[in-house]
């Protein structure tokens, strides 16, 4: 199994056949066996590395038993080489994490797609449940994008929507924060322990950024460039709420501004209930700092 005649191994230390890490494992392990404080680890299997002759590390299996003479003591060691089969492991745990990702993932931009988004949304409802802290979720819409596929063609579509993409993953920067692909033209950014203000800015900072793109949009009747309307829609959740209104509250709070223009923005606040008493009654907020 190792590669080196019988002989060669007879009288040696089988700390040999391991790198300093491994050796230093399975000294401490021998000399707690022989300290009695681990007699309940010699039926045990366990896995160590050993250097084949070649060079290659072998993933072993070891089982080790204590055999008693009127004479000596001795241990009896069984390797098994399951090296072929970490491998598997290995290839089967990186194929999961492929699928895994694939399925929480928008093809197009790379994004979450609305799977990841709507399990998020309920793992960061029951923390803010018991944080009392606030959540906060922006719908954004780009406007009159219909309009721009059907001028530019699909395949311009999808490059502006990969743009839109990177201008708002720019802003989703805490490692609590999620932006996601809802559908469509829409997308949706999540952001956990945020305060309405805080959510006002992001949203700010996002628009100002879709300006800088200055992505051509002809036939826009708001300008010459791609724009976003975004709804917010900042709650505290309370007991018997459910997170799977929010995305359609912020919906409802994508209203048009107050006059002609892009980049307009809506806000909807107060405490989610079922029956979302004030989700609505939407209204313009101010700019502040995020806290």
């Keep these: 199994m190792l590669g080196y005649p019988v002989e060669a191994l007879i009288g040696q230390d089988v700390g040999l056949l391991m790198d300093e890490a491994g050796r230093a494992s399975v000294a401490r392990f021998m000399q707690r066996v022989l300290s009695g404080a681990a007699q309940d680890l010699l039926d045990a299997q366990r896995e160590i590395e050993l250097r084949h002759h070649s060079g290659r590390v072998l993933t072993v299996q070891l089982a080790l038993a204590d055999v008693r003479t009127a004479a000596a003591r001795l241990f009896v060691a069984v390797l098994t080489d399951i090296t072929e089969r970490k491998r598997y492991e290995v290839?089967?745990?990186?194929?999961?994490?492929?699928?895994?990702?694939l399925s929480t993932t928008d093809a197009l931009t790379e994004l979450a797609n609305r799977r990841l988004l709507m399990q998020r949304l309920e793992d960061e409802w029951r923390r803010a449940l018991r944080s009392r802290e606030p959540l906060s979720l922006a719908l954004v819409d780009v406007d009159f994008f219909k309009l721009y596929n059907d001028h530019y063609g699909h395949q311009a579509g999808d490059v502006a929507l990969q743009r839109v993409g990177k201008v708002l993953q720019a802003h989703g920067s805490r490692p609590s924060d999620l932006v996601a692909r809802y559908g469509?033209?829409?997308?949706?950014?999540?952001?956990?322990?945020?305060?309405?203000?805080?959510?006002?800015?992001?949203?700010?900072?996002?628009?100002?950024?879709m300006r800088d793109a200055a992505i051509e949009h002809a036939l826009s009747p708001l300008g010459p460039h791609l724009s976003l309307s975004v709804g917010l829609v900042t709650m505290r959740a309370e007991p018997g709420s459910s997170a799977r209104a929010l995305p359609g509250a912020g919906r409802l709070g994508a209203l048009p501004g107050q006059g002609p223009g892009p980049h307009a923005h809506r806000a909807g606040a107060g405490f989610l209930t079922p029956t979302w008493p004030t989700a609505r009654q939407s209204r313009r907020c101010a700019s502040a700092p995020r806290p």
């Design 91 to 101: 290839e089967l745990r990186h194929a999961n994490a492929q699928l895994l990702r």
């Design 184 to 209: 469509g033209e829409e997308f949706v950014l999540l952001l956990p322990q945020t305060h309405e203000d805080g959510a006002l800015a992001v949203a700010q900072r996002c628009m100002a950024s």
